[in-house]
């Protein structure tokens, strides 16, 4: 894609963003370092669990709720991919038999 092929729009987004300058022409990005330095488990252990903390965990009602309704539709498709496999076995062999 070239910048011809450009609304003037995402031509305004581009310079906004710092890849087209003023006249237009494309500008390279400094990339900036995003290494971080590595932290040891125990480090890592303690950001999990704060991170962990911060879940919204759902209550047992829902789960149990979202349970029963995710069993059911697993029911009702295998019900339905097995009929549709009976269907096309009995059809398949009234044509081959």
Do not use: C
């Amino acid at each position: 894609m070239s910048l011809d092929d450009l609304n003037r729009e995402q031509k305004r987004q581009m310079r906004r963003q710092g890849a087209l300058n003023e006249q237009g022409a494309p500008t390279r990005a400094q990339r900036t370092a995003t290494h971080r330095e590595r932290v040891g488990p125990a480090q890592y252990l303690r950001e999990v669990r704060d991170e962990m903390r911060k879940v919204a965990w759902p209550r047992k009602p829902e789960v149990v709720r979202y349970s029963i309704i995710v069993t059911a539709t697993v029911i009702v498709y295998t019900a339905y991919v097995g009929g549709l496999d009976y269907i096309f076995s009995s059809v398949f062999r009234w044509f081959y038999a």
